[in-house]
């Protein structure tokens, strides 16, 4: 996201929106050989919540994790989204009435934890930058209503139909916001547009496209819970690249990385 947006030296090439719009688009063009034959497969219920999991889980966070982006750092972005488990817990237990066990719940809460230690270790900077960082939790928000809608209404679908069918609702919409929004005179126009252009290539693919149809599979292999937690493996992630990028590496980030790796442990282990 965030070189799709700047390069590399920091200046600006796409819009937020628009590497949002590119790349629901994108990801959306890209599973059409399967998800256009597999629409005349679906039931009449499976439309509504395909939509949300296409709008809700995977559109709308597009648009609030790339503006957000153009305000915070890309480790503080991947360690907010480890609040994406809580959201599924409590919306798994006040939306879908689901019984959730005291390993399950210890599980998360250690999680959420490790993640709180490396957003302390981080610091936000600004009030504007914690403004912006509501973005991202609403984002966590909507993760976890659509993977509770996964598990709860569409089991019955392949991971992979559920994947392509629900970015055709969200790429759609985006396809023409894209070809009307300045888009094709940045990669005219802009030196590095090209090059920014193949980093969002890259997150349709791998960011969206592939990684929806993993986290979709996992769920139904096994719950929203345990899916969504390994969202709290993320923050380390974030660190590992924010070290890639010269950013230092403390002792902290080390031990919360281990709380977060023993909340997922917990989370995934059998009674």
């Known amino acids: 996201m965030k070189r799709g947006l700047y390069t590399i030296d920091g200046h600006p090439v796409f819009e937020a929106n628009q590497v949002a719009a590119i790349r629901l688009s994108l990801a959306a063009l890209l599973l059409s050989p399967i998800s256009i034959p597999a629409l005349r497969h679906l039931k009449k219920e499976d439309w509504k919540w395909l939509a949300v999991v296409g709008l809700v889980g995977s559109g709308l966070p597009a648009f609030l994790f790339t503006n957000s982006q153009k305000h915070l750092d890309s480790s503080i972005a991947g360690i907010l989204n480890a609040l994406t488990p809580l959201f599924t817990l409590l919306i798994a237990i006040f939306i879908f009435k689901k019984n959730i066990s005291k390993k399950q719940f210890a599980g998360v809460s250690i999680g959420l934890l490790g993640a709180i230690g490396l957003v302390s270790l981080k610091g936000f900077g600004d009030t504007e930058n914690w403004m912006f960082s509501l973005l991202i939790v609403l984002a966590t928000f909507s993760y976890g209503l659509s993977v509770n809608t996964v598990a709860n209404k569409l089991t019955h679908l392949k991971s992979l139909h559920i994947t392509s069918i629900s970015l055709l609702f969200a790429g759609v919409p985006c396809a023409f916001y894209t070809l009307n929004n300045g888009t094709l005179e940045v990669l005219q126009q802009h030196p590095n547009g090209w090059s920014s252009f193949g980093y969002i290539c890259l997150l349709a693919a791998a960011g969206t496209a592939m990684a929806n149809m993993l986290y979709f599979w996992l769920t139904q292999q096994t719950s929203a819970i345990l899916a969504s937690s390994v969202t709290?493996?993320?923050?380390?992630?974030?660190?590992?690249?924010?070290?890639?990028?010269?950013?230092?590496?403390?002792?902290?980030?080390?031990?919360?990385?281990?709380?977060i790796l023993s909340g997922v442990w917990l989370v995934n282990k059998k009674d």
């Open 232 to 259: 709290y493996l993320m923050p380390v992630v974030a660190v590992l690249w924010g070290v890639y990028d010269h950013e230092p590496l403390q002792w902290g980030h080390i031990l919360f990385s281990g709380v």
